[in-house]
């Protein structure tokens, strides 16, 4: 696992992380005098004039070279070093290379996890907050085929198709990365605090927002570009017509990276996102073949050559008894079925039937939701 190592670059990340604390200083006059001036520290002595010429108003220029926000930077790096959060600028050796070539990268992430998880191949997976069933497992499913074959699975944490992306990679044993809306150190949503710990532990959670900052609204519309960034493509589940998950694969063209989606019901809302991106020419995704065989030739190599030259799966053994295929019957993949509705169908005693509910959930053959809920698992094609 990569270790951030303070001693060589302390006072420059202290000086970046001012920079982004300086309130009418936006990403793009960050960038644009971090441009003018590499090294981050000269950028304070510059005299009033030449802050003007490069676009900052009065106030911005008051600030910086006042250096009013200096204890504050000194203030959040030392949280970063007692918090073990890994902070990397623009410049420096982790910073990831893909994200630079946004239009505008930010001046400086916060992380906490694992840094080795940047220099995998990244793919997005992101969606609706109200997914059906359907895509709550095809999310799930991708994501943990995708992981299985070295890629690392990007998205938002946000509820819905976000989290099942993160869970499916984390099932699959894979690394996941986090992209906050908030403050490293927020949880939102607070649910999700489970899921953070385990990303945190085997992935990478990242914001560009200073410790401490609340989710706004206005931020998650800003994080996308990160999400997309960060990944050689993103794949969008589900998305209703003004859905936020739509500005992530917007954002994605734009910085001309593969955009993919999976295909829905023609009558269901959620469907609007993906099917309309198929229409804009965006590739429709029935496998991870399918997202596979769009990324860079090397990549796409690797992965083809593994899964052609590995060993044999073994044969998995999908013998049903005549209950259990009575009982699975009963169940569908995109709605969940209620257990009373189950017993009532297959005519088996409640003992039987929670024995046979349990040892299907057990062999993954069907997944309990709350509300002594049942839904069907669907398999996306291998």
Same mark, same amino acid.
């Given at each position: ?13 202290q000086?970046a992380i ?6 009418g200083?936006g990403?793009?006059?960050?960038n644009?005098l ?5 090294e981050?520290s ?20 008051? #600030?910086?070279?006042?250096?009013r926000?200096?204890?504050m ?10 918090? /073990?959060c ?10 990831p ?8 990268p ?6 906490l996890?694992?840094?080795?998880a ?8 992101v ?8 895509g ?10 995708l992981?299985?074959?070295g890629?690392?699975?990007v998205?938002?944490?946000?509820? /819905?198709?976000? #989290? ?11 690394s ?19 899921l953070?710990?385990?990303? $945190? ?13 609340s ?15 960060? $990944? ?14 739509? =500005?992530t694969a917007?954002? #994605? ?41 769009e990324?860079p ?16 799966? =073994?044969?998995?053994l ?11 019957k ?5 709605? #969940? ?7 009532? /169908?297959?005519?088996?005693?409640? $003992?039987?039937? $929670?024995? =046979? ?24 094609h291998?």
């Amino acid at each position: 696992m990569r270790a951030k190592d303070w001693t060589l670059d302390e006072n420059r990340l202290q000086d970046a992380i001012e920079l982004t604390l300086i309130p009418g200083l936006g990403r793009q006059a960050q960038n644009r005098l971090r441009q003018a001036h590499p090294e981050i520290s000269g950028i304070f002595s510059l005299d009033d004039q030449a802050l003007k010429i490069l676009g900052l108003d009065s106030e911005a220029r008051h #600030a910086l070279r006042s250096r009013r926000f200096r204890a504050m930077g000194r203030e959040i790096l030392d949280w970063c070093k007692h918090e /073990g959060c890994h902070v990397l600028c623009q410049g420096d050796k982790s910073y990831p290379a893909l994200l630079c070539e946004i239009p505008d990268p930010p001046l400086v992430l916060y992380t906490l996890g694992n840094l080795d998880a940047l220099d995998i191949p990244c793919i997005a997976i992101v969606g609706t907050r109200r997914p059906t069933f359907y895509g709550l497992q095809m999310a799930r499913g991708l994501s943990s085929d995708l992981a299985c074959r070295g890629i690392t699975i990007v998205s938002g944490l946000a509820r /819905g198709i976000d #989290a099942a992306a993160h869970n499916g990679c984390l099932e699959a044993a894979g690394s996941t990365i986090a992209i906050f809306g908030c403050g490293i150190d927020v949880i939102y949503p607070r649910e999700h605090r489970r899921l953070v710990s385990q990303i $945190s532990e085997k992935g990478l959670l990242i914001s560009e927002f200073a410790p401490g900052t609340s989710p706004s609204p206005q931020n998650f519309p800003v994080r996308n570009r990160i999400i997309s960034g960060l $990944s050689l493509g993103t794949l969008l589940v589900e998305a209703r017509e003004y859905s936020g998950s739509l =500005i992530t694969a917007r954002l #994605a063209m734009e910085q001309n990276r593969e955009v993919f989606a999976l295909p829905g019901n023609l009558t269901s809302p959620q469907s609007f996102g993906p099917n309309y991106l198929i229409k804009q020419g965006a590739k429709l995704v029935q496998s991870w073949k399918d997202i596979v065989e769009e990324l860079p030739p090397d990549i796409r190599r690797k992965i083809l050559i593994q899964e052609n030259v590995g060993p044999d799966p =073994i044969p998995r053994l999908e013998l049903l008894t005549e209950d259990e295929i009575k009982v699975l019957k009963l169940i569908e993949t995109d709605r #969940a079925t209620q257990f009373d509705k189950i017993f009532r /169908g297959c005519g088996l005693e409640i $003992s039987i039937l $929670s024995a =046979i509910l349990l040892d299907l959930e057990m062999r993954g053959w069907i997944h309990q939701v709350p509300g002594n809920l049942y839904v069907k698992v669907a398999r996306p094609h291998k």
